[in-house]
């Protein structure tokens, strides 16, 4: 309704259109599938586990399995965000939206053996490097020469959701998934 714009009624209808065609041709949106067990074995096979970035990997990895972590939700992760029942039994609090209360953030039980290993020595990595403050990230970077990289000064993110995807990408075309 304003002066000088084109009606967008036609531009609109095409669209319904195309994407009615398109639906009935059995196209839709492309999906990855979903990391079972056998999958996760896999992709941690090609995780080497005496690096930094090896075992910074591995957590990711089973974190996102054991928590049903999404990217972003993985990227959002605090240090503050793992509870120690005891030696084998942690409880990590999934950090899922801004609109729910950090009351009712769902909690995960982790009692895997390999899991629970792998974020101790994560967090014994960190913690040599002066890097395991209860407010940092998780999941941090690491570059090439397997140095940790910095927290974003302006988001207080270590690894984004667009980098976590990378990862995981690039960790299944090398396992051959």
């Given at each position: 309704g304003w002066e000088q714009t084109p009606d967008v009624a036609p531009a609109l209808h095409l669209y319904k259109d195309h994407r009615y065609a398109w639906a009935a041709a059995g196209r839709s949106q492309k999906t990855s599938a979903p990391v079972d067990l056998q999958r996760l074995r896999q992709i941690l096979k090609v995780c080497p586990e005496d690096s930094l970035?090896?075992?910074?990997?591995?957590?990711?990895?089973?974190?996102?399995?054991?928590?049903?972590?999404?990217?972003?939700?993985?990227?959002?992760?605090?240090?503050?965000?793992?509870?120690?029942?005891?030696?084998?039994?942690?409880?990590?609090?999934?950090?899922?939206?801004?609109?729910?209360?950090?009351?009712?953030?769902?909690?995960?039980?982790?009692?895997?053996?390999?899991?629970?290993?792998?974020?101790?020595?994560?967090?014994?990595?960190?913690?040599?490097?002066?890097?395991?403050?209860?407010h940092l990230p998780l999941l941090r970077s690491v570059d090439t020469w397997g140095h940790l990289g910095p927290v974003s000064m302006k988001t207080g993110q270590g690894l984004t959701r667009q980098s976590i995807n990378s990862i995981v990408k690039s960790l299944a075309e090398k396992a051959e998934i």
């Open positions: 970035v090896g075992v910074r990997n591995r957590v990711l990895l089973m974190l996102g399995y054991y928590i049903r972590g999404r990217a972003s939700e993985l990227a959002r992760l605090r240090i503050s965000d793992l509870e120690w029942i005891s030696v084998d039994l942690v409880v990590i609090k999934k950090r899922v939206s801004k609109n729910i209360d950090s009351d009712k953030s769902p909690e995960y039980e982790v009692n895997d053996a390999k899991c629970i290993a792998a974020l101790q020595i994560w967090l014994s990595m960190l913690a040599e490097l002066g890097q395991a403050d209860e």
